[in-house]
């Protein structure tokens, strides 16, 4: 079975860090190596320059027999070679192996590297007073076990290291890309839904006028088909209307300034604004205030006045006719509270889980709208900072309350994108 495209990229953006992580760790570790390296070569260097200092003061008879002089206990010890004017080596201190030829020959370059029976030295030479030349060389083992150790300690470790960071790095990875993935398939979602809605009023619209075109009709009957496209054509602007501002809160433009609103004003100019809709469909529509302070919140006006016209859109169209709707806001010390209820046949508990979800309808058959009313209604809420609350109302039908933190005084609080 394939591994999902949020798989997939997660295991790619684990791959190139455990890769990125890699290359660093072992340059570190080389770093660290010829550091230690060179540190321990210049101490060796230095080590060998003492011990010919301390040699220089002793003949070869003595240096033979003082081999204590030549190198501390917890050091490596340091051999001893005299060599005269014909180039005879002699060795000057006790078990030093025999000097290869190599090293008499190019007295000039030491200090030098150069192996004796398989192991290698670090050699340096002084001249005497009496024209010898004297040559002291000390073991790099001690160097070579301690690069050993750090290779080996390094290499050790590297695998539990990189399948750590492979580890953490993929879920990070996963994690970080599920609110993309979500947008993504959000953003399908919404391509898709809203083909489908804009194709049925363009399909009525293209076949009320080929009907038109294709038989002779009387003014009247012309009349009724252009009312018909009328309808549709008001219907895809609305749509085309509310998906246009949800694309561009989508897309994250600066938000517009808080400022301070009183809902209950604003509640009132929209119940005016939804008069004629309101007479039309038998409905009495009443807006009231409890509580005795102000009931201002930090929002933008243009967002508040667009919530509650959406809810008394929904409210208006669900409810009874005749019948009631109540737009109730309710102000205490901390919290203002926005409550539309109506008298329909409210919302089943099933639905509410899926209640803003973009061209969702509870009525597939019955609504007039596209399903993105309630849709913009949440994203205005969550960007100012407000909370839902869906139930049942006193009337019968549904209740809607939008409840936000009730503005005093203070500096207004920015307004914030709207979760994905």
């Not at 409550?339 to 509410?352: K, N």
């Amino acid at each position: 079975m394939k591994a999902s495209a949020p798989i997939r990229r997660a295991l790619r953006v684990a791959l190139a860090a455990t890769i990125a992580v890699a290359i660093c760790y072992f340059a570190i570790v080389a770093v660290i190596v010829l550091f230690v390296s060179k540190n321990l070569l210049h101490e060796t260097s230095a080590h060998v320059d003492a011990q010919l200092s301390n040699a220089q003061r002793f003949t070869g008879s003595e240096l033979s027999s003082r081999d204590s002089v030549l190198h501390d206990v917890d050091d490596p010890p340091v051999y001893l070679w005299q060599v005269n004017a014909a180039n005879a080596v002699t060795a000057a201190s006790a078990d030093a192996p025999q000097l290869p030829a190599g090293i008499v020959t190019h007295l000039s370059a030491l200090p030098r590297t150069a192996s004796i029976d398989g192991r290698k030295f670090l050699f340096s030479s002084m001249k005497r007073q009496d024209g010898s030349q004297l040559i002291a060389a000390e073991s790099l083992l001690q160097q070579s076990h301690v690069r050993s150790v750090l290779l080996t300690s390094a290499l050790a470790v590297s695998p539990f290291l990189l399948a750590g960071v492979f580890v953490c790095a993929f879920i990070i990875g996963r994690a970080a890309s599920k609110p993309l993935e979500r947008a993504r398939l959000r953003q399908l979602e919404f391509t898709a839904d809203a083909s489908h809605e804009l194709r049925t009023p363009l399909t009525v619209v293209e076949a009320e006028v080929g009907l038109a075109l294709a038989t002779n009709r009387t003014a009247g009957g012309y009349r009724d088909a252009l009312v018909r496209v009328s309808g549709e054509t008001q219907r895809l602007r609305r749509i085309v209307e509310d998906m246009m501002w949800l694309a561009r809160f989508d897309s994250h433009p600066p938000a517009p300034q808080a400022a301070i609103v009183d809902v209950t004003t604003v509640a009132r100019q929209c119940a005016d604004r939804f008069a004629p809709v309101v007479q039309s469909r038998n409905l009495d529509l009443t807006v009231s205030l409890t509580g005795l302070d102000l009931a201002h919140v930090a929002a933008a006006p243009e967002w508040v006045d667009r919530l509650i016209g959406v809810l008394l859109d929904n409210a208006t169209r669900y409810a009874n006719s005749p019948g009631r709707i109540v737009v109730t806001v309710a102000c205490t010390a901390s919290h203002v509270a926005l409550t539309v209820a109506d008298d329909g046949p409210g919302i089943p508990l099933a639905e509410r889980a899926r209640l803003f979800d973009r061209f969702h309808r509870i009525d597939e058959t019955g609504s007039e709208g596209a399903g993105l009313g309630l849709a913009i209604a949440d994203a205005i809420v969550c960007s100012t900072h407000g909370r839902w609350t869906v139930g049942d109302s006193e009337l019968g039908g549904a209740r809607m309350t939008v409840t936000w933190p009730r503005y005093r005084s203070g500096a207004l609080p920015r307004l914030v994108s709207p979760r994905l």
